[in-house]
C-alpha cells in the first residue's frame, strides 16, 4: 500500500450545508455525511477506492450557509497498490462526484504534499468578504428592503434598508479594529471557553461598488421597473474585506454587524471603544445584530 497526504483548493456555494466540518447528528452517533462540506468530500473520496477510510481536515470551519470561493483541505490517502494516486485524477473524478449528485463544490485544483503539512496550522492568513446592499428606504412605513431585491443575490447579499446611513463612520469603525485586540466581546458563545480570544486583525477594507459591477447580466438584474421611482444612488453596494490569520467563533459576522451599526447610526465609535476595552461576552451591545451567513464568503487562504 502507499500513503500520500493531498492538499486541495476548493469552492462550495454554501446554501444547502450545516457547516464545512462534519457533524454527527444530535442524540445519535450516525453522521450526516452530505450535510456538510467536509462530508461531501469525503463520500466523494469512497468512490476512488481507497484501503481505508479517508478523513479530510478543512482548513477553516465555516457556518451554515456560508460560501468559500476558494478554501483548502488535505487528507492522507491510502492507495491499496503501491502505485500513486495522480493529484489531476482525483480532482477530476471528485469533480463529477459532485456534478452527478448536484454537489455546489468543486475542486480546483490538487498537489501533494509533505506528510507533516497541516492545511489548518499553516495557513499565515485568511481573507473573508461579507457583501451588503443597502437600499434607500422609500417611505416612513417600510418594513422590510424588498421593494426591490435581485433574484440573482437572493441569498448572496445582506439586504438594509435606511435612510441614515455614513460611510466614513463606517470606515472609522473599521479602523478601530484593525491590529492586536482581545475580541472576546465579539466572539458567539462557543464551547470552546478556553480559546485565546487575543489575536491581530490585518486590514478591514470596505469598497463602494456600483450597480455596473454588480451582477451576472447588469442591466437585466437591476430592470428599471423595479426601481423606476427611486434615485440613482438607490442601493448602495458594499463588499467588507476581512483579513487575519485567524478569527473566532462568528467573529466576522458579529464585526460586519458591528459596522453596520456604527454606520447607521445605532451605536456610536464610543460604544466600540468600550466592547474592545472591557472584551466580554457582557460587553456586547445589544442594538448591534449579527449578521446572517449567507452574504459572508470565504475568499482565500495564504501559505
Same mark, same amino acid.
Given at each position: 500500500?502507499?500513503?500520500? #497526504?493531498?492538499?486541495? &483548493?476548493?469552492?462550495?456555494?454554501?446554501?444547502?450545508?450545516?457547516?464545512?466540518?462534519?457533524?454527527?447528528?444530535?442524540?445519535?452517533?450516525? +453522521? /450526516? %455525511?452530505?450535510?456538510?462540506?467536509?462530508?461531501?468530500?469525503?463520500?466523494?473520496?469512497?468512490?476512488?477506492?481507497?484501503? #481505508? /477510510?479517508?478523513?479530510?481536515?478543512?482548513?477553516?470551519?465555516?457556518?451554515?450557509?456560508?460560501?468559500?470561493?476558494?478554501?483548502?483541505? &488535505?487528507?492522507?490517502?491510502?492507495?491499496?497498490?503501491?502505485?500513486?494516486? *495522480?493529484?489531476?485524477?482525483?480532482?477530476?473524478?471528485?469533480?463529477?462526484?459532485?456534478?452527478?449528485?448536484?454537489?455546489? !463544490?468543486?475542486?480546483?485544483?490538487?498537489?501533494?504534499?509533505?506528510?507533516?503539512? &497541516?492545511?489548518?496550522?499553516?495557513? !499565515?492568513?485568511?481573507?473573508?468578504?461579507?457583501?451588503?446592499? $443597502? *437600499? *434607500?428606504?422609500?417611505?416612513?412605513? /417600510?418594513?422590510? @428592503?424588498?421593494?426591490?431585491?435581485? $433574484?440573482? %443575490?437572493?441569498?448572496?447579499?445582506?439586504?438594509?434598508?435606511?435612510?441614515?446611513?455614513?460611510?466614513?463612520?463606517?470606515?472609522?469603525?473599521?479602523?478601530?479594529? *484593525?491590529?492586536?485586540?482581545?475580541?472576546?466581546?465579539?466572539?458567539?458563545?462557543?464551547?470552546?471557553?478556553?480559546?485565546?480570544?487575543?489575536?491581530?486583525?490585518?486590514? $478591514?477594507?470596505?469598497?463602494?461598488?456600483?450597480?455596473?459591477?454588480?451582477?451576472?447580466?447588469?442591466?437585466?438584474?437591476?430592470?428599471?421597473?423595479?426601481?423606476?421611482?427611486?434615485? %440613482? +444612488?438607490?442601493? #448602495?453596494?458594499?463588499?467588507?474585506?476581512?483579513?487575519?490569520?485567524?478569527?473566532?467563533?462568528?467573529?466576522?459576522?458579529?464585526?460586519?454587524?458591528?459596522?453596520?451599526?456604527?454606520?447607521?447610526?445605532?451605536?456610536?465609535?464610543? /460604544?466600540?471603544?468600550?466592547?474592545?476595552?472591557?472584551?466580554?461576552? &457582557?460587553?456586547?451591545?445589544?442594538?448591534?445584530?449579527?449578521?446572517?451567513?449567507? @452574504?459572508?464568503?470565504?475568499?482565500?487562504?495564504?501559505?
Amino acid at each position: 500500500m502507499s500513503l500520500k #497526504r493531498y492538499f486541495l &483548493h476548493c469552492a462550495y456555494i454554501g446554501t444547502p450545508f450545516r457547516g464545512s466540518q462534519r457533524q454527527a447528528k444530535r442524540g445519535s452517533l450516525v +453522521q /450526516d %455525511e452530505l450535510s456538510t462540506v467536509q462530508g461531501a468530500i469525503e463520500m466523494g473520496l469512497k468512490y476512488l477506492n481507497p484501503a #481505508r /477510510d479517508t478523513v479530510v481536515c478543512m482548513a477553516s470551519r465555516t457556518d451554515a450557509a456560508v460560501h468559500a470561493l476558494n478554501t483548502t483541505c &488535505h487528507f492522507d490517502f491510502c492507495q491499496p497498490f503501491y502505485a500513486i494516486l *495522480e493529484p489531476d485524477a482525483i480532482t477530476l473524478r471528485l469533480n463529477k462526484f459532485f456534478i452527478k449528485s448536484d454537489n455546489p !463544490i468543486r475542486i480546483l485544483s490538487t498537489k501533494i504534499v509533505p506528510d507533516d503539512f &497541516h492545511c489548518r496550522y499553516n495557513a !499565515i492568513s485568511r481573507t473573508y468578504l461579507y457583501r451588503i446592499i $443597502i *437600499e *434607500e428606504k422609500k417611505q416612513d412605513n /417600510d418594513l422590510t @428592503a424588498t421593494y426591490f431585491m435581485p $433574484i440573482e %443575490e437572493t441569498n448572496r447579499a445582506f439586504y438594509v434598508s435606511t435612510n441614515s446611513f455614513n460611510l466614513d463612520t463606517m470606515r472609522e469603525a473599521a479602523k478601530l479594529l *484593525e491590529g492586536f485586540h482581545d475580541f472576546r466581546t465579539f466572539m458567539a458563545t462557543s464551547k470552546d471557553s478556553d480559546r485565546i480570544t487575543r489575536k491581530k486583525l490585518d486590514s $478591514i477594507r470596505i469598497i463602494e461598488r456600483s450597480k455596473e459591477q454588480v451582477g451576472v447580466s447588469w442591466p437585466y438584474s437591476w430592470p428599471a421597473v423595479a426601481v423606476q421611482n427611486s434615485k %440613482e +444612488q438607490s442601493h #448602495r453596494i458594499l463588499d467588507m474585506y476581512f483579513k487575519g490569520k485567524g478569527f473566532l467563533y462568528k467573529q466576522v459576522r458579529r464585526t460586519a454587524g458591528t459596522l453596520l451599526s456604527a454606520g447607521t447610526g445605532q451605536i456610536s465609535l464610543q /460604544d466600540i471603544r468600550f466592547m474592545l476595552e472591557v472584551p466580554s461576552k &457582557h460587553s456586547w451591545n445589544p442594538r448591534i445584530k449579527a449578521l446572517p451567513g449567507y @452574504a459572508l464568503y470565504l475568499c482565500e487562504i495564504e501559505y
